[in-house]
């Protein structure tokens, strides 16, 4: 009876953790360049085995499941195309990297512009990392809304603009790559940082100038999973009930004798 308590209560806690990751997916599905989260559910028991040899009274009564930590799923999103020339989709393996408040995260959000100092940022006014550092496009008094229509990001990063009619290469963007993406930290906006020293440079990729990288949320598969897991809730919370009117019942019978 208390294994039937514990394997419903859990599946319950279970269901309710994934149904905030679905939800969040959901909520997320228009962010460019955002990357889809999943879990997985399997036996909570063997969190307990290393127990069970010193209580195997437990062993019968300790079940049900728990949901894996979340993990993130790196497909490659949709590209859009937006004819904005700052707008940047990579086409491929790897990350842009940026500038955060002095730390080095990454990104597959290719929605650029500048700041008033020249150099390229992203909409929160984070810089977008060149090779060589921080990249600026132009000087102050250069500042011309025409001179973004002049700038050319080629398919492998080099970043040219044009000036009193010649081509200037003024730098390349820095393109990471790592060797095991499940080890990328979700840190919000897009943001990723890895786990550990292991990024290096990108090589199998493709830029796409005038285009962004869609989400990899599909809307309707989601929909239907949240779905799903709704009916799964439903069900456990009808058997913690019908578990809960046993008990209650044993223990008033109990209680007569």
Do not use: W
Not at 208 to 231: A, F, H
């Amino acid at each position: 009876m208390f294994e039937g308590l514990y394997n419903s209560a859990s599946g319950l806690i279970a269901q309710a953790q994934l149904h905030e990751l679905i939800a969040n997916n959901i909520a997320k599905a228009s962010v460019t360049g955002h990357k889809r989260q999943n879990a997985v559910c399997r036996e909570y028991t063997k969190d307990f085995d290393q127990y069970m040899q010193a209580y195997p009274h437990l062993k019968d009564q300790v079940g049900g499941v728990k949901t894996t930590d979340p993990y993130t799923i790196f497909e490659q999103g949709r590209l859009k195309h937006t004819g904005n020339p700052l707008d940047i989709a990579i086409e491929g393996e790897g990350f842009f990297a940026l500038n955060v408040d002095g730390q080095e995260l990454y990104t597959r959000n290719g929605r650029f512009t500048f700041n008033k100092e020249g150099y390229l940022v992203t909409p929160e006014g984070y810089f977008v990392l060149g090779e060589n550092g921080k990249l600026r496009v132009f000087e102050n008094e250069d500042a011309n809304p025409a001179i973004v229509r002049g700038v050319t990001i080629d398919a492998s990063g080099d970043v040219s603009v044009l000036k009193d009619g010649k081509s200037e290469r003024i730098g390349k963007l820095k393109i990471v790559d790592v060797e095991d993406p499940s080890q990328m930290q979700p840190l919000g906006y897009s943001l990723f940082k890895p786990k550990d020293e292991q990024t290096l440079v990108g090589e199998d990729f493709v830029l796409s100038q005038g285009y962004l990288e869609e989400s990899n949320v599909n809307i309707l598969d989601e929909m239907v999973s949240m779905i799903t897991n709704m009916r799964l809730y439903e069900t456990n919370q009808k058997i913690l009930k019908n578990h809960s009117e046993v008990l209650a019942r044993s223990v008033n019978e109990i209680g007569r004798v």
